[in-house]
């Protein structure tokens, strides 16, 4: 892989809760723990050790770093913030935070990359 384009914004995903009980054994089957993070760019977001999120929550996530992305305000879809949301894996089972921060460089499709 050769990145050639350095991303707009990096998200932050973090544990922050769980629905049912104080453990996710039985009911999640990537382990999550409270405090574990997760980061990203453009690719799927990795933990400190590599691992990858969730498949199941990143498909609730990547349509809520589209909406970043193309400007838009994570409050109007219930964030407790521009660029901070939480959020229900689809197991309901994990609580999870994303957390967006602008990295100041050009946006993808307004940068003229292809001129």
Do not use: H
Not at 78 to 105: E, H, M, W
Request: glycine residues 14%; contains cysteine; negative net charge.
């Amino acid at each position: 892989m050769k990145k050639w384009y350095e991303e707009e914004y990096e998200f932050d995903i973090e544990v922050t809760g769980f629905l049912r009980g104080d453990s996710t054994e039985r009911y999640c089957r990537n382990g999550e723990e409270i405090g574990d993070r997760y980061t990203c760019t453009y690719g799927c977001p990795v933990n400190a050790e590599g691992q990858g999120i969730c498949s199941k929550v990143m498909m609730i996530m990547f349509p809520i770093m589209e909406a970043v992305r193309s400007g838009g305000n994570l409050e109007n879809i219930g964030g407790d913030g521009r660029y901070s949301k939480d959020i229900v894996c689809p197991d309901g089972c994990v609580i999870f935070r994303i957390t967006a921060k602008q990295l100041g460089n050009e946006n993808f499709y307004k940068g003229k990359f292809f001129d």
